[in-house]
């Protein structure tokens, strides 16, 4: 299978929203939000956004973010988002989704890739991340 990964461009909204709404477990997705969330990821210096394209086709993204942290004493990058296409999984996508954006922060001088998952453990320990916390959140109104 031939596949591409790059930055997303604005001509890609339609397919990542795409992803999106049909992948997402937490939130209902509403088009008016995602446009401009996806705006302002775009524009952000300090987000990265990665399309997988097959056929001309996105078929899976990643979304992190690349911030400053005291404990780490420089950067750290986190991967808030990952959505693959159902039928298209266990063909190695997310893998190399997730390396373009480990090498993508290795390129900004992060000091590490920080994540949290409900689904996918046995995914993410297979490709080398370790179990470091656990994750809280608290939900707030708008």
């Known amino acids: ?3 591409t990964i790059r930055s997303a461009t604005s001509e890609d ?3 990542v929203l795409r992803l999106a709404t049909c992948l997402a477990t937490s ?3 509403r088009r008016e939000c995602f446009s401009r969330s996806f705006r302002e990821v775009l524009e952000s210096a300090s987000c990265e956004l990665l399309v997988a394209e097959k056929e001309d086709q996105v078929v899976a993204c990643v979304f992190g973010l690349h911030h400053p942290a ?3 004493n420089g950067l750290v ?3 808030e988002e990952i959505f693959v296409e159902e039928t298209l999984r266990r063909m190695g996508i997310g893998e190399a989704l997730m390396s373009a954006f480990e090498q993508r922060a290795r390129d900004r001088g992060s000091r590490l890739v920080g994540l949290a998952t409900r689904r996918a453990a046995a995914f993410y320990a297979s490709i080398g991340y370790e179990e470091s916390a656990t994750f809280f959140r608290k939900l707030l109104s708008p």
Do not use: K, L
Request: glycine share 0%.
């Open 1 to 3: 299978m031939t596949m």
């Open 13 to 15: 909204e339609e397919q």
């Open 27 to 29: 939130f209902d997705v």
């Open 70 to 72: 005291f404990y780490a």
């Open 77 to 79: 990058s986190r991967v």
